[in-house]
Each structure stands twice: as structure tokens, then as C-alpha cells.
T-cell receptor, first 112, second 114 residues
Framework: GENVEQHPSTLSVQEGDSAVIKCTYS??????FPWYKQELGKRPQLIID?????GEKKDQRIAVTLNKTAKHFSLHITETQPEDSAVYFC???????????FGTGTKLQVIP | NAGVTQTPKFRILKIGQSMTLQCAQD?????MYWYRQDPGMGLKLIYY???????DKGEVPNGYNVSRSTTEDFPLRLELAAPSQTSVYFC?????????????FGNGTRLTVT
């Protein structure tokens, strides 16, 4: 089955700096890669996603890149703000397959 | 459109008791999932369903059972609760298939077994 590794497990940045979270996956059949943000005590919520036919996608301060050859994808947050502090999960979903495999999460702390 | 609704929000069980965590979605999604999240940890898949009448095990199914008699409902049953089942349980739904879509999560059920 699919295996998703996520790094780093914790990340502290100064407000205004950029943050990068990286994930690798094992199954070349995976074709959909969502990112979820989970604030303390809340449910995970989708912030951005990318499909395997696209190399990069951007939404305001958030961007995701995908390298299918290397089987890795990354989340980039620019101009970080205190409200970006949360746990971020990457995930990979195989083509036509039912399961979404999550990474282990990255706790991001933005220091004002 | 309420999305994914989970009940109860909190529950305390004694060892050996049983309970059912309820999950309902009103988005007509075919896929539904149960995850557990231990403190400070990631999401582990317990069971999932690709449609009414079809369920399958995830990575941590022991001690749990599910049923999917309708598209809307996907209850999770705990038999003989154990302290190791203390966790936050999230139900999710999605329209998976050829055009994968994101999962929609419920607000979670916080379960403590003592």
C-alpha cells in the first residue's frame, strides 16, 4: 500500500518568513495530493490540492509543487502570519483507489 | 447543507462498555471513512466504505465495527472499550473515484475510556 512521509515534524518561523513542508510518497499510481490544516481542537480542513497532471498550484500565499519523477510534493507558505500556526497534513490518493493515506503531520508555529 | 455531522461530541466510557459513534453526511458522497487521532499524532484509518452495503478495514480496525446501510450514515461501533481506544474520532466523506475530491471531515468525537 501507499506510504507517505512528511518532514519536518515541527517548524518554527518568524512572522513574515516563508515555511516549507515536504512529503514523499511510495506508490507511483497516486494521482491526487491534498493538504489539510488542523487548528488546535478542530477538524482537518482542505487548504490546497494538486493533481498528478499539474506541477504547481498557487492560491494567494499558499502554493504546492509536485515532482512525480521523484515522488515528492511540497507545501509553501509565504509571508506567514500567526493564524497560520496549526498542524498541516499532506496526503496521497491512488488512482481509482478508495483510501487516502496521510502523512504524520507538521506542527507549524509562527512567532509574532 | 450541514456537511458531515458527528455525535456525540464527547463521551467517557468505562472499560468493557460499548457504544456507537454516529456519522451522517448530506452531500450524497459515496465514500465515507473513520479515522482516529491520538494526542499529538496523525490520522489513522479505522474503516472505510465505498458505498451502501460495502465496508472494508483500514490500518487499525481491531476493536471496531462499522455498517453502511444507507449512503448518508456510517456508524462506528466500539465493543468492549479499552483505554487504548481513548482518542479523537473523525468521520469523513468524499466523492472519490476517477476525479478525486477532497475529504470533508466532521467535528470529531472525543472519547475517553477509563
Amino acid at each position: 500500500g501507499e506510504n507517505v512521509e512528511q518532514h519536518p515534524s515541527t517548524l518554527s518561523v518568524q512572522e513574515g518568513d516563508s515555511a516549507v513542508i515536504k512529503c514523499t510518497y511510495s506508490d507511483s499510481a497516486s494521482n491526487y495530493f491534498p493538504w489539510y490544516k488542523q487548528e488546535l481542537g478542530k477538524r482537518p480542513q482542505l487548504i490546497i490540492d494538486i493533481r498528478s497532471n499539474v506541477g504547481e498550484k498557487k492560491d494567494q500565499r499558499i502554493a504546492v509543487t509536485l515532482n512525480k519523477t521523484a515522488k515528492h510534493f511540497s507545501l509553501h507558505i509565504t509571508e506567514t502570519q500567526p493564524e497560520d500556526s496549526a498542524v498541516y497534513f499532506c496526503a496521497a490518493c491512488e488512482r481509482g483507489y478508495q483510501k487516502v493515506t496521510f502523512g504524520t503531520g507538521t506542527k507549524l508555529q509562527v512567532i509574532p | 447543507n450541514a456537511g458531515v455531522t458527528q455525535t456525540p461530541k464527547f463521551r467517557i466510557l468505562k472499560i468493557g462498555q460499548s457504544m456507537t459513534l454516529q456519522c451522517a453526511q448530506d452531500m450524497n458522497h459515496n465514500y465515507m471513512y473513520w479515522y482516529r487521532q491520538d494526542p499529538g499524532m496523525g490520522l489513522k484509518l479505522i474503516y472505510y466504505s465505498v458505498g451502501a452495503g460495502i465496508t472494508d478495514k483500514g490500518e487499525v480496525p481491531n476493536g471496531y465495527n462499522v455498517s453502511r446501510s444507507t449512503t448518508e450514515d456510517f456508524p462506528l461501533r466500539l465493543e468492549l472499550a479499552a483505554p487504548s481506544q481513548t482518542s479523537v474520532y473523525f468521520c469523513a466523506s468524499g466523492e472519490q473515484g476517477r476525479n478525486n475530491s477532497p475529504l470533508h471531515f466532521g467535528n470529531g468525537t472525543r472519547l475517553t475510556v477509563t
